[in-house]
């Protein structure tokens, strides 16, 4: 319950989503949607970004690069996504 409602904070940046914890309790992305009171894309989207190279979820987290970028920067290998990162 403590980490639902941790989800429900405003402000939370894509990366402090807890999403990935109630995930890999087994938990469904419906049902996690249903639990935080967001779209299933949103939360499956932010389990996605935390694929992504640790350098560019930092810059996700410090708002330098927007959550729309960094899921397209996703189809690319690691150091591709720096490079990329570092030119928006």
Do not use: F, W
């Not at 990366?15 to 995930?23: I, K, N």
């Not at 350098?55 to 729309?68: D, F, N, P």
Request: glycine share 4%.
């Amino acid at each position: 319950m403590t980490l639902v409602e941790n989800l429900h904070r405003e402000n939370l940046d894509p990366m402090d989503e807890a999403y990935s914890v109630l995930r890999r309790m087994g938990t469904k992305v419906s049902k996690i949607a249903h639990l935080v009171g967001k779209e299933r894309t949103n939360v499956s989207h932010s389990m996605r970004l935390l694929g992504l190279h640790p350098r560019v979820r930092k810059a996700v987290m410090q708002h330098e690069l927007s959550r729309e970028h960094a899921l397209a920067l996703l189809r690319l290998e690691p150091y591709p996504q720096i490079a990329l990162q570092r030119r928006s």
